[in-house]
């Protein structure tokens, strides 16, 4: 019922820029809530980037201050600014989506991007 694609990772050295995109389809797009994982190697995947209540953004300790999330409703898409990169910041970063339907949680994930930072 939900389709996520994610975009924007790459290559950038240390102290650059990447803008993560991320856009929900299908029949209950518009009614999933999307938010920023990042899996580093050899780790478990940790939420970085949500948004609390509807608009209010928080962000995992490793990224606060150098990460923001964004959306557009409308485009049922969120974003993930990320600048000062670090190598450290190395990892498969993956949207996910959320919805609840009669008590019921179903959860939604993307293919994830690549984002490598190194000199």
């Known amino acids: 019922q939900v389709q996520i694609v994610e975009s924007g990772g790459g290559f950038v050295q240390p102290g650059g820029s990447v803008r993560l995109s991320c856009a929900a389809s299908?029949?209950?797009?518009?009614?999933?809530?999307l938010d920023w994982f990042r899996q580093i190697p050899g780790k478990e995947r940790e939420l970085i980037a949500e948004?609390?209540?509807?608009?209010?953004?928080k962000y995992a300790d490793s990224v606060r201050g150098r990460f923001t999330i964004s959306k557009d409703t409308l485009k049922n898409m969120i974003y993930l600014q990320m600048n000062n990169l670090a190598p450290e910041d190395t990892a498969v970063y993956f949207c996910?989506?959320?919805?609840?339907?009669?008590?019921?949680?179903?959860?939604?994930w993307g293919q994830g991007t690549q984002v490598t930072v190194s000199s």
């Open positions: 996910h989506g959320w919805v609840a339907i009669g008590g019921h949680h179903s959860h939604y």
């Open positions: 299908g029949s209950l797009a518009s009614s999933v809530a």
């Open positions: 948004f609390r209540g509807g608009d209010v953004a």
